[in-house]
């Protein structure tokens, strides 16, 4: 059973930074895809970037340049960190492997950018 949680969030102010850590626990991560996803209030959950087992990382185009993921394999951690962040980027942030998040879903941090 793979339990996946999520920290780091905070309420921060416009133009701010944050990094968010993913720990994968009961199975290793240094194969597979991982993604970063995020749900705001009244929306579906969607990717926002995932990284592939050899490091590279791909972004939607609303934080690319912002935001940057990478990997821990030996820790079997996930990270993203996100910068210059702006009041659309207010979600729930989660973590599951990519591109079929077979994994529960772990509670998620709240990230919350005040304008």
């Known amino acids: 059973q793979v339990q996946l949680v999520e920290s780091g969030g905070d309420l921060v102010q416009s133009g701010g930074s944050l990094r968010l850590s993913c720990a994968v626990h009961?199975?290793?991560?240094?194969?597979?895809?991982m993604g970063w996803y995020r749900q705001a209030p009244g929306k579906e959950r969607d990717l926002v970037a995932d990284?592939?087992?050899?490091?590279?990382?791909k972004y939607v185009d609303s934080v690319k340049g912002r935001f940057t993921i990478s990997r821990d394999n030996a820790k079997n951690l996930l990270y993203l960190i996100m910068n210059n962040l702006k009041p659309e980027d207010t979600a729930v942030y989660y973590c599951?492997?990519?591109?079929?998040?077979?994994?529960?879903w772990g509670q998620g941090t709240q990230v919350t950018v005040s304008s």
């Open positions: 599951n492997y990519w591109p079929n998040p077979f994994a529960s």
């Open positions: 009961g199975r290793p991560i240094q194969f597979n895809n």
């Open positions: 990284i592939d087992s050899d490091g590279f990382g």
